[in-house]
């Protein structure tokens, strides 16, 4: 067993609590029926000193007084002494030895261990208890006094003094009775604290064996503890934490997957119409081309990719400067439906060309809505687009528009190819791609609903997806009609 793991300490410190409080309740039991026999003992003493004196008061004939205190004396192992009123021991019976007819003398080692001052309360008719040490029985006795009268009215005093050595070897056996019982129980709590200790520990051995897994990468393993204590919790809240850092690694690792593709994909996006501005060029500085429409057509293609460029270019840096948090742009009072109509004219050529059934379904009384007219028209066409590509030849794309609570809400529905459960959560991010087969004729770099994203954030909006394969994909956006500065 290791000195320094929860278990051992956890038994040690047990194990010594257990001693402690042991210690202490025996010592107290001890203590408590040492003093209960002590009273017993001295409560007996006086019942027999009682007794005695009755016989005193009555039995007139000092020969048949001291036959009677003698058989006392040795029923109870005791000695017992009457004092007259002088202190003149008038009988003494008991352990070998009687002093009869002798002054009662505290010198004397049969007398004791009583005092001068004992005995000034005994004529003064109170009741004494004594416990000491009498050197002629050789062992501490238990001495009492009691006064009375005898049938004349004159005082007399009984004194017992009865050896404590029977009731010191009765408290022995208790005590080693407490001693034996407090190792048995010693012993036994050991053993329980061993093994409640263990139970103890065992989950917090589980979630250090799962932490330790975590540390190295693998956030799989989960802590099975079904309880609802304080461990219970904290079971709970490490199998939350490896699966939300599970999650977010797995998050993580899609997005530096995204950045690696990004890289090939802008290396494309480039590249090609680097290719393309070059061929057409090097065919124009070597002569190739004959006619006026020739070189027209080719410094055409040449400004189409330039123009691609720059688009390319201009939204990456719109992307970062919003992703900065730099959302300077114009707010005015907007009519959405010159922002929809504008939509509309730029795509009708893409719509009619896939057959799209196109539904505008605006509020009659919209308000006008605090925003930049071109943001919001970049987030409709963007959106839109989208759904025209993805969505097949005669189906069908909705646009609603209402206000709701100082609000406007829109949805992009159609009944396309939908969106993977697997790819919502990653649509938003930069450069990706659900479709990886997409190519740069069918869609862009995948910084579409990333600027979306960003401009509907900053214009204190918000935006989210519902999407099922095959049958289709809604994005909802929600404005605030006034937008806080």
């Not at 022995?172 to 190792?183: N, V």
């Not at 720059?310 to 730099?326: A, F, I, S, T, Y």
Request: hydrophobic share 40%.
């Amino acid at each position: 067993m290791k000195i320094n793991n929860i278990v051992t300490k956890l038994w040690v410190i047990m194990t010594i609590l257990v001693l402690v409080v042991i210690g202490i309740v025996g010592a107290v039991q001890s203590s408590f029926m040492e003093g209960l026999y002590y009273n017993q003992q001295a409560k007996q003493l006086k019942s027999l000193g009682n007794k005695v004196s009755n016989i005193a008061r009555t039995e007139q004939d000092p020969l048949v007084l001291d036959n009677k205190v003698s058989l006392i004396a040795e029923l109870y192992n005791a000695n017992v002494m009457i004092l007259n009123e002088k202190g003149i021991v008038m009988s003494c019976q008991g352990m070998g030895i009687s002093t009869k007819d002798m002054p009662m003398d505290m010198n004397n080692p049969h007398h004791g261990p009583l005092s001068t001052k004992d005995l000034e309360q005994l004529f003064n008719g109170n009741t004494v208890v004594y416990k000491g040490n009498n050197p002629y029985f050789k062992t501490d006795v238990l001495s009492v006094g009691i006064p009375f009268k005898d049938h004349d009215n004159i005082s007399r005093t009984v004194i017992i003094h009865a050896p404590l050595e029977p009731l010191a070897d009765e408290l022995k056996g208790l005590k080693m009775l407490t001693i034996y019982t407090a190792a048995g129980g010693i012993i036994i709590a050991a053993l329980l604290s061993l093994f409640f200790s263990r139970f103890i520990s065992k989950p917090l051995v589980k979630m250090n064996t799962v932490a330790l897994a975590m540390a190295s990468g693998n956030y799989q393993n989960r802590v099975d503890i079904q309880s609802n204590d304080e461990m219970g919790l904290l079971s709970n809240s490490l199998n939350t934490l490896a699966s939300r850092l599970q999650e977010k690694i797995g998050q993580l690792e899609k997005q530096e997957q995204i950045r690696r593709e990004f890289v090939s994909n802008v290396a494309h996006e480039i590249k090609t119409p680097l290719t393309i501005m070059q061929g057409f060029t090097e065919t124009m500085v070597d002569g190739l081309v004959k006619t006026e429409k020739e070189r027209e057509e080719y410094l055409s293609n040449i400004l189409e990719e330039i123009n691609r460029l720059k688009r390319l270019v201009n939204e990456m840096l719109d992307l970062k400067r919003m992703e900065e948090g730099h959302f300077d742009f114009d707010v005015e009072p907007c009519d959405f439906r010159e922002i929809i109509n504008g939509v509309h004219r730029k795509l009708t050529q893409l719509i009619i060309e896939k057959d799209i059934n196109f539904a505008i379904n605006i509020e009659r009384k919209l308000p006008f809505v605090a925003c930049n007219s071109d943001r919001i028209e970049r987030v409709l066409i963007n959106l839109i687009d989208n759904a025209i590509r993805h969505t097949p030849h005669g189906g069908k794309i909705s646009l609603y528009v209402t206000s709701k609570a100082n609000q406007v809400h829109l949805r992009v529905c159609d009944n396309g190819v939908g969106i993977k459960p697997e790819d919502l959560p990653m649509i938003w991010e930069r450069f990706y791609k659900g479709d990886k087969s997409r190519t740069r004729h069918q869609g862009g770099t995948g910084l579409g609903l990333a600027i979306v994203k960003r401009i509907v954030e900053g214009h204190g909006g918000q935006i989210n997806v519902e999407s099922k394969i095959n049958e289709g994909t809604t994005f909802n956006i929600v404005l605030p009609i006034n937008r806080a500065e």
